[in-house]
């Protein structure tokens, strides 16, 4: 009886061992996307009012290449902190992964923010912003496309500044980070 314990305890060990309990970053947007503490907005590409713009070519072949952004932002309130501090640390696990490429880290007024990239330097497939803040929360963009390329995302951005795009469809996110 203790041999079939044995093995069977064995068998549970290397079945459930061998699955990756590790979250994706889709998990765990989907996870937080009804939380209370969380703001979930997807913006497509279309809002940022692009079409108007006079862009160049480079510029186009940037913009077509992107889908859809994912924003996921948690506000730090007197009776969250405890969440706030577990939340950042998944959020920090899930983007030391092995799938993300670091691109930069920035120091800006509002806090702490890292560029991180997943796909290969050719054909990006997916760009993530987060950003941190101790007194306001944090905040995560998921930037979705399809063969994005890493010197295109600086033409993407100039063609951004070009838009008539002044934040409309961000309301709630900007009322959620203010002091």
């Given at each position: 009886?203790?041999?079939?314990?044995?093995?069977?305890?064995?068998?549970?060990?290397?079945i459930?061992?061998?699955?990756?309990?590790?979250?994706?970053?889709?998990?765990y947007?989907?996870?937080?996307?009804e939380?209370?503490?969380?703001?979930?907005?997807?913006?497509?590409?279309?809002?940022?009012n692009?079409?108007?713009?006079?862009?160049?070519?480079e510029?186009?072949?940037?913009?077509?290449s992107?889908?859809?952004?994912?924003v996921?932002?948690?506000?730090?309130?007197?009776?969250?902190?405890?969440?706030?501090?577990?939340?950042?640390?998944?959020?920090?696990?899930?983007?030391?992964?092995?799938?993300?490429t670091?691109?930069?880290k920035?120091?800006?007024?509002?806090?702490?923010?890292?560029?991180k990239?997943?796909?290969?330097?050719?054909?990006?497939?997916?760009?993530?912003?987060?950003?941190?803040?101790?007194?306001?929360?944090?905040?995560?963009?998921?930037?979705?496309?399809?063969?994005?390329?890493?010197?295109k995302?600086?033409?993407?951005?100039?063609?951004?500044?070009?838009?008539?795009?002044?934040g409309?469809?961000?309301?709630q996110?900007?009322?959620?980070?203010?002091?």
């Amino acid at each position: 009886m203790k041999t079939i314990k044995l093995i069977f305890g064995i068998f549970c060990i290397v079945i459930f061992g061998s699955c990756s309990s590790t979250q994706s970053l889709q998990e765990y947007y989907v996870d937080n996307s009804e939380n209370p503490n969380f703001l979930s907005i997807d913006l497509p590409v279309s809002l940022l009012n692009l079409e108007k713009a006079e862009l160049t070519e480079e510029q186009n072949d940037a913009l077509a290449s992107l889908r859809k952004l994912n924003v996921l932002a948690f506000k730090i309130t007197d009776s969250n902190q405890a969440e706030f501090q577990m939340e950042k640390g998944k959020v920090k696990s899930i983007l030391k992964g092995s799938q993300f490429t670091e691109l930069m880290k920035m120091n800006t007024s509002y806090g702490k923010a890292t560029i991180k990239y997943s796909g290969d330097e050719e054909s990006i497939d997916e760009v993530v912003i987060y950003g941190d803040n101790t007194e306001k929360g944090f905040l995560l963009v998921r930037v979705l496309g399809s063969g994005m390329n890493p010197a295109k995302m600086m033409q993407f951005l100039q063609a951004l500044q070009k838009s008539e795009y002044r934040g409309e469809g961000l309301g709630q996110l900007g009322e959620m980070l203010k002091g």
